[in-house]
T-cell receptor
Framework: DQQVKQNSPSLSVQEGRISILNCDYT??????FLWYKKYPAEGPTFLIS?????DKNEDGRFTVFLNKSAKHLSLHIVPSQPGDSAVYFC?????????????FGSGTQLTVLP | IAGITQAPTSQILAAGRRMTLRCTQD?????MYWYRQDLGLGLRLIHY???????GKGEVPDGYSVSRANTDDFPLTLASAVPSQTSVYFC??????????????FGSGTRLTVV
């Protein structure tokens, strides 16, 4: 059973508009959440993160929102640019035994249309 | 350039053969990880190592083994490859077994096809 879920495998958005990528989690012990971006033939790269003590974190065009009661987070990209076209992975951090590990969602392919 | 080097970048392997995927990092990170990426399933943890000399099992460890003889290297071995191990494999590292705001650093991946 997936503990981190991204229910939309793909999303298309017009350039300049807002992109909203969603992620749900089931494990209430997760206390840190991250978004990674992945281009074809490359490894994922860190984009933005949020601690569970916050409900919003902003970095330039990227904002992550966390709703702990709903166990839901979202990534907003405003304005969207064609270079943002990539697969976006949501990840959640929690302790497994004595160390933290990341659990990833299945990813959402974002396509920004010029 | 500091980072993670994975080799080979791609490989076609006959079923039943043994294969070692190589991973080397030059950031002196303590923790290293192996993930596989499959369509619709995202990134799933195979094995991890919190520090040199220790390893642990992740979500999907069956059919794979790892070793961590030193800080820099974390090879992943398929003892007898099967077609279900066809995937893209990513090695990652972090500077502690915890997660810092920057998270993990990933390599560029190895695309493995088992036929």
């Amino acid at each position: 059973d997936q503990q981190v879920k991204q229910n939309s495998p793909s999303l298309s958005v017009q350039e300049g508009r807002i992109s909203i990528l969603n992620c749900d989690y089931t494990n209430s012990m997760f206390d840190y959440f991250l978004w990674y971006k992945k281009y074809p033939a490359e490894g994922p790269t860190f984009l933005i993160s949020i601690s569970s003590i916050k409900d919003k974190n902003e970095d330039g065009r990227f904002t992550v929102f966390l709703n702990k009661s709903a166990k839901h987070l979202s990534l907003h990209i405003v304005p969207s640019q064609p270079g943002d076209s990539a697969v976006y992975f949501c990840a959640a951090s929690g302790f497994s035994g004595s160390a933290r590990q990341l659990t990833f969602g299945s990813g959402t392919q974002l396509t920004v249309l010029p | 350039i500091a980072g993670i080097t994975q080799a080979p970048t791609s490989q076609i392997l006959a079923a039943g053969r043994r294969m070692t995927l190589r991973c080397t990092q030059d950031m002196r990170h303590n923790a290293m990880y192996w993930y596989r990426q499959d369509l619709g399933l995202g990134l799933r943890l195979i094995h991890y190592s919190n520090t040199a000399g220790t390893t642990g099992k992740g979500e999907v460890p069956d059919g794979y083994s790892v070793s961590r003889a030193n800080t820099d290297d974390f090879p992943l071995t398929l003892a007898s490859a099967v077609p279900s191990q066809t995937s893209v494999y990513f090695c990652a590292s972090s500077d502690s077994p915890g997660v810092k705001p920057g998270g993990y650093t990933f390599g560029s991946g190895t695309r493995l096809t088992v036929v």
